[in-house]
């Protein structure tokens, strides 16, 4: 047990799979839509096509499920799968598939030789300085298990990254760091800045703004697109409670032991001393009993609700009975839902998105009024087509209000730029002719704030986080003296100052610009990688027939790595460079 929890632990530890994974960490792990590990038909729909020809569906799915192994490696656990993860998966996939074609082009290859040697290097897989087969075998038979990965797969994950690895290797032969700007960076981190700034709230300025109701038309005339009315649906539905198939009396003990020996797992707890130890079945029983038979009474409604869909299918002449009639020889009472919007709530049911989905995609024809058994939190329901209500564009007087809301906002923004530019421009005027910042900014009342002394490097603790992250990134290559553009922030917008920069003392430079100078470069070796990446994406005419999504050379950085030999945190100065 020792032992579990140790490797637990060392699976958990990001920076040590940092140290293994060859290419990035993207930093939305945190999501908590509950979503079960990728099957492979569930990555059908990333195809594409390559140079104008298909790109074969086991390359893709490859590609794709090693991008999900590898966020789950980095994480420590099954990678949950939101709509934007999904859409990052995707990314990868791509970027993944392209770069070992490339790679392949190059005559870049792994051998079985390497794959044994990259596992057996690694240090969470050895034991006073040993490779260690048990920890290897743990590691398989319970990480990789959870992520109903297996062995081969992982495998030839390792080969993959090995590959893509040297790939990385060859465009870095390239890179190189001038000393010039390892000083730069330096002084960016390590300098002593003093800033003032003044923030123009949106709020205070939405107040001085009026909109007329013939420059809400006209807004209104320019946006049309951004009120129309969505599609709308109301369906016809019977309804399986799981309340209903619930029997707790069902299952005997035999069952419910065997399903604890099963899942012994699920009843383990962190003890004192790091240990793991596992309740009692007795300690479980009750809840156990309740979590198998509500399983049960889940199912057993699913089955039921799928043989009522099979009952309202045409025979081979084309006839089939209505939807009540099926209903009412099942005993089953039709309802009628009220009308919601694909996006929206269904209103009296406990349904999620799936339940819409499954409405709109019914058509009024015999094969297809009907749906699938359709699960919500309490029941399973099967749904018949009642009616559609297009999506339309309304006329201006049945969304006057929401338009003047718009406009005004639209009005507010246009307001804030514009004093702030004003603001800006009187400001820089009056410190060209000796004034200070207080006393250029004193007209418009606002409020100047002044920070103490800080560093780059070490931060400031200020109430006000976001703002002053964003002025940071733009005070890293200002002199004393010097004035910040307008820089947008959440709620309105900054204009900052540089009182005083003193420059950092020499002595430290030479102590840590070799540092400094591998962090660099190998943050240019990671943007030379994505770059080739989309290279090649070009130039091969990459194009996705499945998903609407951003060009690829669009990607966020939100993929940004933090790896062992990474000075520190990544800091504004560090993303900056970056751009």
């Not at 979590?291 to 049960?296: N, S």
């Not at 996006?343 to 015999?366: C, E, I, M, S």
């Amino acid at each position: 047990m020792m032992f579990i929890s140790k490797f637990n632990k060392l699976i958990r530890n990001k920076y040590i799979w940092s140290g293994f994974a060859f290419i990035v960490i993207l930093s939305f792990v945190a999501w908590q839509t509950k979503t079960g590990t990728r099957t492979v038909e569930e990555t059908k729909d990333t195809a594409g096509k390559l140079d104008g020809k298909p790109v074969p569906a086991d390359e893709m799915r490859s590609a794709y499920f090693n991008s999900y192994l590898y966020m789950s490696l980095m994480v420590g656990r099954v990678l949950k799968v939101t709509p934007r993860v999904e859409e990052a998966l995707r990314h990868m996939a791509w970027r993944r598939l392209i770069a070992l074609r490339g790679a392949q082009e190059a005559r870049l290859s792994s051998s079985p030789e390497e794959v044994v040697a990259a596992i057996q290097q690694q240090p969470f897989f050895q034991e006073k300085g040993q490779f260690s087969h048990a920890r290897y075998v743990a590691f398989v038979q319970q990480f990789l298990a959870n992520l109903r990965a297996t062995e081969n797969q992982f495998e030839d994950h390792i080969r993959q990254e090995i590959i893509m690895n040297k790939a990385r290797l060859m465009l870095a032969q390239a890179t190189w760091v001038a000393p010039l700007e390892i000083e730069e960076v330096y002084h960016q981190l390590y300098d002593t800045f003093v800033v003032s700034y003044v923030k123009l709230t949106r709020d205070e300025i939405a107040k001085t703004v009026k909109v007329t109701d013939a420059e809400t038309r006209t807004y209104f005339e320019a946006h049309t697109n951004d009120f129309t009315i969505p599609a709308k649906m109301r369906v016809k539905y019977v309804t399986f409670p799981f309340a209903r198939f619930l029997d707790e009396g069902a299952l005997d003990e035999a069952a419910l032991r065997s399903y604890y020996d099963e899942h012994i797992e699920e009843f383990t707890t962190r003890g004192t001393g790091d240990l793991l130890s596992a309740r009692s079945f007795e300690e479980v029983e009750g809840t156990l009993r309740d979590q198998l038979a509500r399983e049960a009474a889940d199912t057993a409604a699913g089955d039921q609700a799928a043989d009522f869909e099979v009952a309202l299918a045409p025979d081979r002449k084309g006839q089939a009975p209505s939807f009540e009639t099926v209903a009412r020889t099942a005993g089953l009472t039709v309802t009628t839902s009220a009308i919601f919007t694909l996006n929206g709530t269904v209103p009296g049911l406990q349904v999620g998105l799936d339940f819409n989905k499954a409405a709109f995609a019914l058509r009024p024809t015999p094969d297809d009024y009907f749906s699938h058994p359709v699960r919500g939190s309490n029941a399973c329901y099967v749904l018949a087509f009642d009616e559609k209500i297009d999506a339309r564009v309304p006329a201006y007087d049945e969304v006057r209000t929401e338009a003047h809301r718009a406009a005004l906002e639209q009005a507010g923004s246009n307001k804030l730029a514009q004093t702030a530019e004003t603001i800006h421009q009187t400001v820089a005027n009056a410190l060209q002719h000796g004034k200070t910042f207080a006393q250029a900014i004193r007209p418009y009342r606002l409020e100047v704030i002044t920070t103490d002394p800080f560093a780059i490097r070490t931060g400031l603790d200020v109430e006000d986080k976001d703002t002053f992250y964003e002025l940071t990134k733009k005070i890293l290559f200002l002199n004393a003296g010097e004035l910040t553009a307008v820089i947008p922030v959440e709620g309105g917008a900054v204009i900052g100052h540089v009182d005083s920069r003193i420059i950092a003392d020499r002595t430290l430079l030479a102590s840590i610009k070799n540092e400094l100078g591998q962090y660099i470069r190998k943050r240019r070796e990671d943007l030379a990688f994505r770059e080739w990446q989309e290279y090649l994406l070009t130039v091969h005419k990459f194009e996705d027939t499945a998903s609407k999504k951003k060009p690829i050379a669009e990607e966020s950085e939100e993929a940004e790595p933090m790896t062992d030999d990474s000075p520190g945190q990544s800091t504004p100065a560090e993303e900056e460079q970056a751009d």
